[in-house]
């Protein structure tokens, strides 16, 4: 599976963005799919997944109610929307593909095996 992020850029506090990940591969539909950041100088952290299905998603605290997880199969493409976006939320967002994980497992990254090349996102004060 090779993925393809997009839709990062500059916005203000409180605004929005909408992040895409593009997929390639046969299979994508059978993967969980997810969203890690990265900020300079901090560890890659979790920020949203989804289930084969769409029917399950999962959330870290510091995102919930704010960021919507999401996927069309049919286009290969899963979509992060952020809303009421902070200066914190800034960092370099990466999106991330695997099969076999359990609801449990969804929030380590080191559990992926395929990643894209990160979009950056920016919120200004």
């Known amino acids: 599976v090779q993925l393809q992020a997009s839709g990062g850029g500059l916005v203000q506090a409180g605004g929005s963005l909408r992040l895409s990940c593009a997929a390639s591969?046969?299979?994508?539909?059978?993967?969980?799919l997810g969203w890690f950041r990265q900020a300079p100088g901090k560890e890659r952290e979790f920020v949203a997944a989804?289930?084969?299905?769409?029917?399950?998603?999962w959330y870290a605290d510091s995102v919930k109610g704010r960021f919507t997880i999401s996927r069309e199969n049919a286009k290969k493409t899963v979509y992060l929307q952020m809303n009421s976006l902070k200066p914190e939320d800034t960092a370099v967002y990466y999106c991330?593909?695997?099969?076999?994980?359990?609801?449990?497992?969804?929030?380590?990254?080191?559990?992926?095996?395929?990643w894209g090349q990160g979009t950056q996102v920016t919120v200004s004060s």
């Open positions: 591969g046969s299979t994508f539909s059978n993967y969980v």
């Open positions: 989804i289930g084969w299905s769409g029917g399950n998603k």
């Open positions: 991330t593909a695997q099969s076999g994980l359990i609801a449990s497992t969804v929030s380590r990254h080191d559990l992926y095996s395929y």
